[in-house]
DNA sequence: CTGAAAGCGCTTACAG
DNA sequence: CTGAAAGCGCTTACAG
C-alpha cells in the first residue's frame, strides 16, 4: 500500500505557532513588520513540522510570469553554430510555458559593434527575470553585468571558460582539455610525424580559447607522444583558393604530416579542400555538430568531432534560472560540460 | 516592454459558452452526464478562446500525490551498472517530489526467479500510478505488462531493445550500431590483422543482445576492413586463473590480436589479465562508465568505452512519467540513446 | 444533465 | 505589527 500522508501547510503553522497566515507568510518570506516573538515563534513551528512550501501553489496565487532574457549571436553565413543552443533555449522555453516562463532572445550579429549595444541597452532597460548569455564578447559586456549584478538579476553563461563568479551558474567547456582529447585520439591513429593546426581565424575570434585548446594538444603530445610534432598556421583568408595554396604548401613542405587538428567549427573549410583532391590518408579532427561538418564525417573526410552539447547547454541555462528563480532552489555555480566525440558511427545519434 | 496577457482560464470559456464551471470541467476531460448540446458550446469557445488548461493549477486543487515504480536489478558483485540508472531516478524524485511525485524502487537479484515474481505481485498488487522497468527478463514480464495494459498503467522501458508499441515510451540502445562503432574505433588504430571478442557470459545474459553487437562489429569489418578478421571465444568462468589460460592460449595461437572486444561491462576481467601480464600493443573496447573501467581507462589498458547514459536513462524514464500523467503532455514512443564514446581524455568529465 | 459553493496551498491588499 | 478575507485556476462533492 502507498501511503497519503498529508504533507504539512501554511496553515499548520500558523495554527502550531499561533498566529495569522498572513504572520507566516512574512516570515516565510523575511518580509518587514514581523515582531521578533512572532518571528521566533513561526520559525519554531516551521522546523518542528518541517514545513516545505509548496512552490508550485505559491506560483499559482503570485499570478507572477516570469521573463528571462537570452543574448546571443545570431545564425550567419560564417557559422550556423549559435543555431544549437538556441534550439536548446526555445526547447526549454516551450516545456516550461506551464509554469508562466517565457524566454525572450536578444540576438544579434557577431562583429556589430552597434547591434551588441543597442540589444545591451533593450535588455538593460527591460523586466527581464534571469538572463542567459555567452561570455564576455565586448567592452559593454561589462555594463550589462554590472547593471544585473546591482539588479540583483540573475544571469548564466553558456560556452564559457571564463570563471565569473557572480553569475548565477557558469556552463563551461573544458577547453584545455579538449585540445588533450584530439592529442589522444590522433596518437591513437599514428605514433610519429606531424600534427598540422590550422586556425581559421575570424573578427570573433578570441585568442584565448583558440591558444587554450592548442596548448592541450601540444602538451598532451610532448609527455606522451614526443614521436610527433606540432605545425600550426592562421588562416584569415577563407576561400578555397587561398586555402589550397597555403595548405598546399605546407603539406608538400611537410610529407610527414598525418593529422590536421582544426581548433573551432571551421574545419569544414579544409574538409571540402581535401575532399576536392580526393586525398584520404590524413586524420582530421575538429569541433562541433553542424550539419556541414557531418556531410564530412560521412564520406569520411572528417574523422572526429569533438563536441560540447550546445543545444544542451542552452537548455540547461535556461532550466538553472527556472530553478532558481521560480523554485527557489540551490543551483551549481558551476557546471562542467562532457566532451563529447563524434564520429561517422554514432554522429545519427547525437 | 514586456507584455503580460492573461491568460485564458475555465471562467472565461464557461461565460463565453453560457454555462458552468463544472460543465466546462466536464467536457475537458470526458467525463460523462454533458448534453451534446453543452458540449459544442464549450467546444467552440474552447477554440474560440485558444484555452490552455493550467496543470499546475489542476494538481493542486485534485490532491493527487503521484506514485510511480521503478522495477529494476539490484546492484550486485557481478554488476554495478544498475546502480547508474538508479541514481538517475532517485535524481528525478529528488526534482520531482515539488509536484507530488514520489518513485518507488522495486529491486531485485538477477537470477533470483522468486524475488522476481514476488517484486511483480507487489508491483501488480500496488496502485502506482506508471512504472519504469528494463525489458522482459523472465516470463514473469509478460504478466506485468499484461496487467500494465488492461490497468491502463504506463509504462517506460530503459535499457531496452524490444520495440514494445504499448509502452508508453521505449529508451532504446542502438546495440548493432554499438557494434559497428567499435569496429570503426579499432579500424583507426590498425589496418589488418585480428579482433578477438570476448563474451564473459553469465547466465543473465541475453544472446540476442550480445550477438546483435558483435554481429554490428563483423559487419562493419567485412564491409569497410576486410583485412582484419574476427575470433569469439565464451568464458563462462570469471576466475582470473582460468580467464588467464584460456586467453593466453588464444593470444599464443594468433599473434596476429591488434584489438580486444568485450561485448557487456565485464571489459574490466580482461583488463586485469592485461594488467597483469604488463601487455600494452593490444587494444581494448568495451562497454558502460564503470568505476573499474574508467580505472583502467585510466591507466591506457582499457582505450575506448561504449556507453549509453544508463543515469540519463532512469532519470529520463521518470520525466517521460511525469510529462504524460502529470502534464498531460505528449510523450514520444521512441527515444534512441546516443552511443557515448569514453576515452582517458574525455571520462572525467562524463 | 447542470450549477453554486467550498477547497487545494499560498499571497495580497486592506483594515485595524 | 497583525489578521480576516478574497483570490490565483482548477476540481470535487452536493443539491437540484
New interface residues.
Partial sequence: ??E?KKPVNVKDVAKLANVSLASVDRVLHNRPGVSAKTKEKVHKAIKKLNYQP????S??SKKK?Y?FGALLPRVSSQSSYWGLPLKGIQKADKELD??AV?V?TFLYDQGEKNEIRAQILKIIN???DGLVLTPKFADDTEILLQDCNEKQRPYVFIDSNNQDKKSLCSIEQ?LY?SG??A???FS??FQKGKILILHFKDAMDSNVIINTKIKGIVD?LKEVKSNISIMKIVISDFDQKSIKTIVDKALSDNPDVNGVFIPNSKIGLIAKYFESKNENKIQLIGYDYLDENCGYIENDII?FLICQKPEWQGYQAIQKLFKHLV?KRDVKQKV??????I????Y???
Same sequence: chains 1, 2.
Fill in positions: 500500500m502507498i497519503n509548496n512552490i508550485l501553489a506560483n499559482l510570469t521573463v506551464q509554469y517565457k525572450k527591460s523586466n527581464i573544458p582539455e588533450q582529447l592529442g589522444q585520439l591513437f591513429g598532451f574523422d523554485l562542467i560540460v562532457p566532451l563529447d566525440i564520429t561517422k558511427k554514432n545519427k545519434f547525437y
